[in-house]
């Protein structure tokens, strides 16, 4: 199981946010790491030794990770971009022109009275409504 994306370590320092951090190095065998939070407190811990160290096939492993993410990322704007003309090519013309109250008005009459022909069908289907009855469009 991949677990690259988990952290290697964690440790919990404040309950406020960290504002800095600044590593020293004490000796060869010990490095020290401060913290400082939103409070003005400054923490101060160790760094163990497998994090200061690295491990014999750690510039191998990280490059070939970086590799792999790299190829994923390409794989996916390509991806992104074959769906993005394929939804645009499908998506609904938008009017480049506004168009005038007069037009507006227009086209929700012609709307609604197509709902109202629509509703009338439907309720000849079921019985309700006999098929000569008139509608009362909007004019």
Known sequence: MDRSHEPSMSQNISSSAV???VPYRVSSKQVLLGVGDNFGTLHIL???WSLRQASPNELHAMSSYFDREC???DYYKERDMNRGTAVVDSAPQIPTALETAEEEEE???KSFNNYLNMEKEFLVKLGLRKEDDPVQLLT
């Open 46 to 48: 160790e760094v163990p």
């Open 107 to 109: 086209r929700l009459k």
């Open 19 to 21: 504002t800095s951090l």
């Open 71 to 73: 190829s994923r990322i």
